[in-house]
């Protein structure tokens, strides 16, 4: 089971990227799943999570407005559009998905069963 983050790279502040993560292995179709970050010396942090249906999303406070969440279960891919970047968006991003069925809606990484690898995204000031 395999979960391949892409889209990262460098942007001026003000600009738009748009991460994917593919699985494969397993489709997660059913499951929850969200995207965090790490910034260099922090914590790994919460950024959105959607349920398995894309009928609900919820964000960190300090992207919502900015950042979209979606999913397309026919690809087994979840993106993250993320809008009006600011420098303290700088960080790796990672996607993760749950392991049971239907899942539950949480912000917690521990309840997350499977990490991509990564990828980083870098907002120049």
């Known amino acids: 089971v395999q979960l391949q983050a892409s889209g990262g790279g460098l942007v001026q502040a003000g600009g738009s990227l748009r991460l994917s993560c593919a699985a494969s292995?397993?489709?997660?179709?059913?499951?929850?799943m969200g995207w965090f970050r790490q910034a260099p010396g922090k914590d790994r942090e919460f950024v959105a999570f959607?349920?398995?249906?894309?009928?609900?999303?919820y964000y960190a406070d300090s992207v919502k407005g900015r950042f979209a969440i979606s999913r397309d279960n026919a690809k087994t891919t979840v993106y993250l559009q993320m809008n009006s970047l600011k420098p303290e968006d700088t960080a790796v991003y990672y996607c993760?998905?749950?392991?049971?069925?239907?899942?539950?809606?949480?912000?917690?990484?521990?309840?997350?069963?499977?990490w991509g690898q990564g990828t980083l995204v870098t907002v120049s000031s």
């Open positions: 959607i349920s398995w249906s894309g009928s609900s999303t």
């Open positions: 993760a998905a749950q392991n049971r069925d239907l899942g539950v809606l949480t912000t917690t990484p521990a309840r997350y069963d499977y």
């Open positions: 292995g397993r489709a997660f179709s059913r499951n929850v």
